[in-house]
Antibody, heavy 118, light 109 residues
Framework: QVHLVQSGAEVKKPGSSVTVSCRAS????????ICWVRQAPGLGLEWMGGVIPVFGTTNYAQNFQGRVTITADESTGTFYLDLKSLRSEDTAVYYC???????????WGQGTLVTVSS | EVVLTQSPATLSLSPGERATLSCRAS??????LHWYQQKPGQAPRLLIYDASNRVSGIPARFSGSGSGTDFTLTISSLEPDDFAIYYCQQRTNWPPELTFGGGTKVEFK
């Protein structure tokens, strides 16, 4: 059974950066990817980007190009989302998810609330 | 870019009724279409993968069908615990780019 445990809630000022971590345990990731998905209050799910842990290969959603970096530390099984130049519209719950071979998000972290406010 | 359109946005039903949720893709996704349930304050949970395969532990009242561009999630007889928001999702490329539909809220009538 895979478990994804995320870091705690953050409050940030506009223009600053945030790092959210996601520690994985209990499974293998050789044929899967770790993606980050966010959900603004009352809204739907938005994919931000992903990484293939064994290769470190990444891709990012066009909306976040230049502002987001996703990295993987295979030695600790921890994945990171870095988002910079924060604005109020980035206030959301951020989820790390494991995507299997068929592309379904079969495991989700508990979510991390990031609040951007002056 | 594939766009997923879910309908209706809201479904008002009573326990015991049948729920039929639709997801339409802007181009064919074969059967690579998945369904999730989300309750308030919780992360989404995968229910159905590859259009029609139920995840282990998901009750048999949940079923998925479809291929190509038109997909359906059916809840045969609503239980109180089923009132939630449901999302469909597909992926392209690898690392996967995940696209979600806008969601259907199943609410008490």
């Amino acid at each position: 059974q895979v478990h994804l445990v995320q870091s705690g809630a953050e409050v940030k000022k506009p223009g600053s950066s945030v790092t959210v971590s996601c520690r994985a345990s209990g499974g293998t990731f050789s044929a899967s990817a770790i993606c980050w998905v966010r959900q603004a209050p009352g809204l739907g799910l938005e994919w931000m980007g992903g990484v293939i842990p064994v290769f470190g290969t990444t891709n990012y959603a066009q909306n976040f190009q230049g502002r987001v970096t996703i990295t993987a530390d295979e030695s600790t099984g921890t994945f990171y989302l870095d988002l910079k130049s924060l604005r109020s519209e980035d206030t959301a719950v951020y989820y790390c998810v494991r995507a299997g071979e068929v592309g379904s998000a079969d495991y989700w972290g508990q979510g991390t609330l990031v609040t951007v406010s002056s | 870019e594939v766009v997923l359109t879910q309908s209706p946005a809201t479904l008002s039903l009573s326990p015991g009724e049948r729920a039929t949720l639709s997801c339409r893709a802007s181009q064919s996704v074969s059967t690579f279409l998945h369904w999730y349930q989300q309750k308030p304050g919780q992360a989404p949970r995968l229910l159905i993968y590859d259009a029609s395969n139920r995840v282990s532990g998901i009750p048999a009242r949940f079923s998925g069908s479809g291929s190509g561009t038109d997909f359906t999630l059916t809840i045969s007889s609503l239980e109180p615990d089923d009132f939630a928001i449901y999302y469909c999702q597909q992926r392209t490329n690898w690392p996967p780019e995940l696209t979600f539909g806008g969601g259907t809220k199943v609410e008490f009538k």
